[in-house]
Nanobody
Framework: QVQLAESGGGLVQAGGSLRLSCAAS????????MTWFRQAPGKEREFVAS????????TYADSVKGRFTISRDNAKNTLYLQMTSLKPEDTAVYYC?????????WGQGTQVTVSS
């Protein structure tokens, strides 16, 4: 069983940056492909970015490509999402999970709000 805890969200102006973290506990996540998702108010949860177990392969949603960077530190059991050039449409609760996601792995998420 893995517990995931997201942090690092906040309120930022358009064009600003944030770095999200996802700390895993309970067992190592080093063997998993890990993914960031987000859910905006009134919308379905959507894929943002994923990273292979050894950081060798990353994939991004078209909406964040070139602005967001996913990374991981398996020694620290932590996943990251560096977000730059933030836009109001990036406003959402951000979650991490393995890929494919497990329902029992969802954490509380971290709120990102981008003001125009």
């Amino acid at each position: 069983q893995v517990q995931l805890a997201e942090s690092g969200g906040g309120l930022v102006q358009a064009g600003g940056s944030l770095r999200l973290s996802c700390a895993a506990s309970g067992r190592t996540f080093s063997g998993y492909v890990m993914t960031w998702f987000r859910q905006a108010p009134g919308k379905e949860r959507e894929f943002v970015a994923s990273i292979g177990w050894n950081s060798g392969r990353t994939t991004y949603a078209d909406s964040v490509k070139g602005r967001f960077t996913i990374s991981r530190d398996n020694a620290k059991n932590t996943l990251y999402l560096q977000m730059t050039s933030l836009k109001p449409e990036d406003t959402a609760v951000y979650y991490c999970n393995k890929n494919p996601p497990r329902n029992d792995y969802w954490g509380q998420g971290t709120q990102v709000t981008v003001s125009s």
